[in-house]
């Protein structure tokens, strides 16, 4: 299971969400950032998946930081 954080740093927005596959991560991410509207290539997002910390729109004002927490059931997770 992945804990999957988004912080937006302009508008302060936040949002969590799970993926339950290490496949189902890309979709859902995808998903959010459009929703968002945030502009972001193709290597910043395979990059920041596989790192599982990253920057989307690093070189503007509304950049957003994106953490993957891989968790197992009952394990405790630090959201700092």
Known sequence: MFLITLFEDFHGNREGFISLTKEDIWDHLVTHLTNWDV??????????????????????????????????????????
């Open 39 to 80: 502009p972001y290539t193709l290597d910043e997002l395979e990059t920041t998946i596989r790192k599982k910390h990253g920057y989307l729109n690093e070189h503007s004002k509304s950049c957003v930081t994106v953490r993957i927490i891989e968790i197992q059931p009952g394990q405790g997770f630090d959201l700092l």
